[in-house]
């Protein structure tokens, strides 16, 4: 085949990029090669993306700000679309994926131009205002939920449900069995994701302080923390006799999912895919003040199942998230059947369809990778 390259396009924020990554893994298994663009920030991704090279395009975000600082956003990504039509003539892609977030902006409109195949990838359930922006002009949109809103009904008529494509390590923890109840243990994993983990740093500490002796010796907890957060979280932790691993950032992630009973966080298209795939029960408490919504969509996805308690930010407290760990307290076995609804709505090969879909849309010959 074409040594020609698949050039994906992601945000550089994690929620976009491991999907990317995911795919990449994928195409890469068929034979096909890759490449990956982004903005600045993707560049540190190039040692976890199978791809033969990385390009940084300039991009910005125009909602939000002063007009003044639209207008100037808006200068960078037609600057930026100047650069990918550049790239893109060098570099010939077969196709160009885009995974959301403004840095795809500048790769898939040069796209557009240049009559090159486009798939977009829309990880959430409501779709975003940069996918919403390109959909008109991509030739194939995948969703990651079976349904999604926002969409326009000429849009609607591209897409193809493929799942949330799901890195290496998440299909390793979806064979692992869910832990035993058998000790009396309740193991939590709290994770805030890149925007929310303040907030958990604030409510979850004094939750579980809060409760009785006897519960709080039959806590263990892993805690993802700011930087900043970690030190007085670990204080109220040590202080209430809770045992506690707090950290600002685990490599492992997906195997701490696999290890708990019950998870507390935020609802981002990736942690509620990886929890469905994973099969774990959860809190979850989307991200407020989103225009989009796309969190409340997200976790509507895991409540449905029975899988997720969704609890909006201003309605948690530490009251209201200790009423809900003494209940896990009191009837562990419900969260393993909850993990067990979670895993109806799980898509463990959405990154093998997402890459069946690429190639059928670039018209692809595939090979096997060495």
Excluded: W
């Excluded at 109840?181 to 983990?197: I, K, M, N, P, Y």
């Excluded at 302080?209 to 806590?219: N, Q, S």
């Amino acid at each position: 085949m074409s040594d020609r390259a698949v050039l994906v396009a992601a945000g550089g924020t994690g929620g976009h990029l491991f999907p990317a990554e995911a795919l990449s893994h994928a195409l890469k298994k068929r034979g096909v090669p890759v490449e990956l663009v982004s903005d600045s920030r993707a560049l540190k991704y190039g040692a976890d993306c199978p791809a033969r090279a990385v390009h940084a395009i300039p991009a910005a975000t125009p909602s939000g700000g002063s007009i003044l600082g639209k207008a100037l956003a808006a200068l960078t990504l037609a600057r930026g679309t100047f650069v990918a039509r550049g790239l893109l003539r060098r570099i010939k892609p077969l196709a160009v994926v885009g995974f959301g977030g403004y840095p795809t902006v500048p790769p898939l409109l040069a796209a557009a131009q240049l009559k090159i195949p486009s798939i977009l990838h829309e990880q959430n359930a409501v779709m975003g205002r940069a996918n919403r922006f390109l959909g008109a002009g991509a030739t194939a949109i995948a969703t990651g939920f079976p349904e999604i809103s926002g969409l326009d009904p000429r849009v609607a008529a591209k897409t193809t449900h493929v799942g949330n494509p799901l890195r290496p390590m998440v299909i390793e923890a979806a064979g692992l069995p869910a832990p035993s109840t058998d000790d009396g243990l309740l193991r939590l994993l709290v994770t805030g994701g890149s925007q929310g983990a303040r907030v958990m740093s604030d409510i979850v500490p004094p939750a579980l302080a809060a409760l009785p002796a006897e519960a709080r010796a039959r806590l263990r907890v892993v805690q993802q923390a700011r930087p900043e957060d970690c030190e007085r979280v670990i204080a109220v932790y040590r202080e209430a006799g809770v045992a506690h691993e707090v950290a600002a950032f685990f490599t492992d992630l997906p195997m701490r999912i696999a290890a708990s009973h019950l998870v507390i966080g935020r609802a981002g298209a990736s942690t509620v895919s990886e929890l469905a795939a994973i099969g774990r029960a959860c809190v979850l408490v989307p991200l407020p003040g989103s225009l989009d919504q796309d969190q409340a969509g997200n976790a509507a996805v895991l409540a449905k199942t029975g899988a997720a308690d969704v609890v909006l930010q201003k309605d948690f407290t530490p009251a209201a998230l200790g009423a809900l760990l003494l209940e896990a307290l009191d009837r562990p076995e419900v969260l393993t059947e909850r993990g067990q609804a979670a895993r109806t709505v799980g898509v463990l090969d959405a990154a093998d369809r997402l890459a069946a879909l690429v190639i059928r849309v670039a018209s692809i010959e595939v090979g096997t990778s060495p």
